[in-house]
């Protein structure tokens, strides 16, 4: 077994010791940063669409009394009208203190007992089949209500928009990313070519053809970066992993959550890697080598 370890023939083309390390640790921290942006973007989304569906089931009115009227009868008269709406599961009349504790983070105890208060009422619409805006609308001027419905659709759209651009960034990255680890490959390759060429001249001498030689390269650094893909793609598995239980559902924070499918979708970056080295790579060589020629 050790004669034929140390009978085992040598490559055709040598290796780099000083340059191909280094390489592969631009690789996988490459990797590692592709990861991220990927998982970040992921739970954004997750996120944004978390937030649109809870907006989309909620809506507040905010009620006008009328003349001899007291804001909360207003309201209460509000909240009758709005339950019986078809797609409104439950119309709640928002007393003062309520309002109070949802401002006191914001003003504090001080100025609350002579601020104005709005009179509101919190509606929670059927998740299947929401009430619109225009049907409660509708529904309070036919019982004689002044007041404005507000569907948070506003808010939604920009938690979508906020969701997409996020999203778009982190697009950019992974190219951006991929782009680096592309152009770190053609480098080396240019370099291992320029140290190696007369093991080029004698393989062209020896009837190696353009494509074969371009293959001993492409094999070479697609090998190298599926590893350091490995490497970089493990790192941010466990990072996320990390996270996940730290946090628990939501993660660190509930403003990304991640999930253990996260985790999961992380195992194609070596491949991906892989495929951008071998790509880099054998266009590189076959532009030196025509170059040459």
């Known amino acids: ?9 040598t ?13 592969a640790a631009v690789i996988a921290v490459l990797c590692f940063l592709a990861c991220l942006s990927a998982v970040g973007a992921l739970a954004a989304d997750r996120a944004a669409h ?35 709406v078809t797609g409104v599961e439950e119309a709640l009349a928002m007393d003062r203190e309520t309002a109070e504790a949802l401002l006191r983070p914001w003003v504090g105890d001080a100025v609350l007992p002579d601020l104005p208060l709005p009179f509101l009422v919190t509606v929670r619409l059927d998740a299947d089949a929401p009430a619109s805006a225009v049907s409660l609308s509708r529904a309070l001027a036919q ?8 569907d ?22 992974f190219l951006l990313t991929a782009g680096a680890a592309g152009a770190a490959v053609a480098y080396a390759t240019q370099a291992g070519m320029a140290a190696q060429r007369t093991v080029i001249e004698t393989l062209s001498l020896n009837g190696a053809s353009d494509g074969r ?4 390269y492409q094999m070479r650094y697609g090998l190298l970066a599926a590893g350091a893909g490995a490497a970089g793609a493990l790192a941010a598995m466990a990072l996320v992993a990390g996270l996940r239980l730290l946090g628990g559902a939501d ?27 071998l790509v880099a790579a ?10 040459r020629s």
């Open 1 to 9: 077994m050790i004669g034929r370890w140390k009978d085992r023939p």
């Open 11 to 23: 490559p055709i083309l040598p290796r780099d010791a000083g340059g191909e390390p280094w390489l």
């Open 50 to 84: 978390g937030w649109a569906r809870q907006l989309r089931t909620e809506a507040t009115v905010q009620v006008r009394p009328r003349v001899g009227e007291t804001g909360a009868e207003a309201a209460a008269r509000a909240a009758e009208t709005l339950a019986g």
């Open 143 to 150: 019982a004689g209500v002044d007041g404005s419905v507000d």
């Open 152 to 173: 948070h659709s506003l808010w939604r759209g920009e938690v979508e928009r906020s969701a997409g651009l996020i999203t778009a960034l982190a697009v950019a990255a």
């Open 213 to 216: 030689i371009a293959g001993l």
């Open 251 to 277: 993660g660190v924070t509930p403003a990304l959550p991640v999930g253990w499918t996260d985790v999961l979708i992380l195992s194609p970056c070596p491949l991906l890697a892989a495929t951008v080295a």
């Open 282 to 291: 054998r266009m590189t060589a076959l532009a030196r080598l025509k170059g």
